[in-house]
């Protein structure tokens, strides 16, 4: 299985996700795509098999995986502090990968009911819906 985790800024939740992804599914290809230098660093640091940074190569790299995961932003058009552009906005929205995106609410995207659980709470629930996508 191919991941692709995006993230943006400091690459926090990127980190979080590539670690707790090697941990449940040693066997996963993750690729970590970044919007800048500083989050693909913080996911290779973390894991990650692969990385690349910057637009041409987020919109490039997700055409060949087969989940994608990232908080909720990097499907809105300037989403992250306008680091998503709207080019890897709508690459990812129409992407035939698997879609598992952890609705963090620093993109004025406000889903009910998710403010009940901590980010790390909300990583391990989208590493679940991953692992169910898993061939058995």
């Not at 609410?105 to 009910?112: E, S, V």
Request: glycine letters at 12%; charged letters at 20%.
């Amino acid at each position: 299985m191919r991941i692709a985790v995006i993230d943006a800024q400091g690459g926090g939740l990127g980190k979080v996700i590539v670690e707790r992804i090697k941990q449940r599914m040693p066997q996963a290809e993750i690729l970590g795509l970044g919007t800048n230098v500083i989050a693909t660093n913080a996911m290779l640091k973390a894991g990650a098999d692969r990385a690349a940074t910057g637009e041409n190569a987020i919109v490039f790299n997700i055409r060949n995986v087969d989940v994608i995961i990232g908080g909720i932003g990097i499907i809105a058009a300037n989403g992250m502090m306008g680091e998503i552009t709207p080019k890897i906005a709508e690459a990812v929205s129409s992407s035939e990968a698997v879609k598992v995106l952890i609705p963090i609410g620093k993109c004025n995207i406000i889903i009910p009911g998710s403010e009940n659980y901590t980010t790390n709470e909300l990583i391990d629930k989208a590493i679940w819906h991953i692992t169910q996508c898993l061939p058995e």
